[in-house]
Nanobody
């Protein structure tokens, strides 16, 4: 089993930056893909960015060029650097781990609010 804890959310003005962190613990070796999702009020949860154990990275079109996903294997932590934030980026951001056996773990979420 894998446990995930997010941090780094908050309130920022449009054009500002935030960095989210997701610390993983437990069966780290079983993680295949780490991802960030977000869910805005009244909307479905959407995929923001992924990073595989091999280092392959993908982004949603809406965040390309503004967000950067990265990881620090020594700290078992994945980051989401968010620049040029827009009000439409306001959402609860969730960290997700896809395991090699097909299982999945979720963090508790962290609120990001971007004011105009």
């Amino acid at each position: 089993q894998v446990q995930l804890v997010e941090s780094g959310g908050g309130l920022v003005q449009a054009g500002g930056s935030l960095r989210l962190s997701c610390a993983a613990s437990g069966s780290i070796f079983s993680i295949n893909v780490m991802a960030w999702y977000r869910q805005a009020p009244g909307k479905q949860r959407e995929l923001v960015a992924t990073i595989t154990s091999g280092g392959r990275i993908n982004y949603a079109d809406s965040v390309k060029g503004r967000f950067t996903i990265s990881r620090d294997n020594a700290k078992n932590t994945v980051y989401l650097q968010m620049n040029s934030l827009k009000p439409e980026d306001t959402a609860v951001y969730y960290c997700n781990a896809v395991l090699r056996d097909g299982g999945s773990s979720w963090g508790q979420g962290t609120q990001v609010t971007v004011s105009s």
